[in-house]
């Protein structure tokens, strides 16, 4: 299967009652189960128990309790909080052998028109200008082998140098704006489109912290895993267009570091608001 297949099976969840289901991970995996994949497989869970499929999300709030045996399947037991005709809450708990991997809380909500206004979206380049991420990893396959052999079923545009090119030409950069979309075809199914969303919000948001201070996963001894992360839906977002990540790092204090970042679509619309805070321990070496 190809990449992008391989994720939709993996938020092809299996239904085994009412409020629980079973998901799996795909054949290219980190070390841990991807935060990414966790929240999108519990935002499906979510989803697939809301009475109507026209409440649009609002919100999604994880805590990462326990790192996943990528090994093993992962199940989603959801707690139904509200059902309302305009409001809708859960929570769902990963669980893996009993153990708690990650506990989601996500809400719905339809309310109506408003009033309206928001961030611009920063000037950049646009996708097609941009190389692909293969370009962007030739000749650093040694350096961060574990981005070249991860699973790829998002494609990235970055409009700005990502961190390993970066630390290669000794710069440094406060933000890091990628434009993403599904590398592939996503069915036209709004929960699917914002699973990919929130999958792919698990990237690059911490990228940030560490290119603020010249700093590249792979050149640098740093270890990095996420501890809560928040996604914000305004807008329902269509992931077979292209829509641009802007992310910063407002703090880095106590070896944790604070991601926040925009989704924008390619009219300039903002889509989603991520927050996430990521544990980042730095072994600095003799030189730096």
Not at 105 to 125: D, N, R, T
Not at 229 to 238: A, E, G
């Amino acid at each position: 299967m190809s990449d992008f297949t391989e994720l939709l099976a993996v938020l092809e969840l299996d239904r085994v009652a009412d409020d629980r289901f079973v998901g799996s991970h795909p054949s290219k995996n980190p070390m841990r189960t991807f935060g990414g994949q966790l929240m999108a497989q519990s935002f499906v869970a979510s989803s697939r128990t809301l009475p109507s499929r026209d409440l649009p999300p609002s919100a999604l709030s994880v805590h990462f309790v326990n790192g996943g045996d990528i090994t093993k399947d992962i199940e989603f037991r959801v707690m139904r909080l509200r059902d309302e005709r305009r409001f809708a809450n859960r929570r769902v708990d990963a669980v893996q052998d009993g153990m708690l991997l990650s506990s989601a809380l996500i809400s719905y909500m339809s309310g109506g028109p408003g009033l309206e206004h928001a961030v611009g979206a920063p000037q950049v380049p646009p996708p097609d200008a941009r190389p692909p991420l293969s370009e962007l990893l030739r000749g650093y396959e040694e350096t961060v082998p574990h981005f070249v052999n991860a699973l790829h079923p998002i494609e990235w545009r970055f409009t700005n140098d990502p961190s390993w090119v970066m630390r290669d030409k000794g710069e440094r950069l406060a933000h890091n704006r990628v434009w993403q979309k599904a590398l592939g075809v996503l069915p036209d199914d709004p929960v699917l489109h914002t699973a990919a969303l929130v999958y792919s919000s698990d990237t690059t948001v911490l990228d940030s912290v560490i290119t603020t201070h010249g700093l590249s996963w792979g050149y640098d001894r740093i270890f990095a895993a996420s501890a809560n992360h928040s996604v914000w839906f305004h807008r329902q977002v269509n992931f077979n267009d292209w829509v641009l990540y802007s992310t910063s790092s407002p703090v880095a204090a106590d070896s944790r570091g604070l991601g926040t970042g925009h989704f924008f679509d390619r009219s300039g619309q903002v889509v989603a608001t991520v927050v996430q805070e990521g544990v980042l321990l730095y072994f600095p070496s003799a030189g730096r």
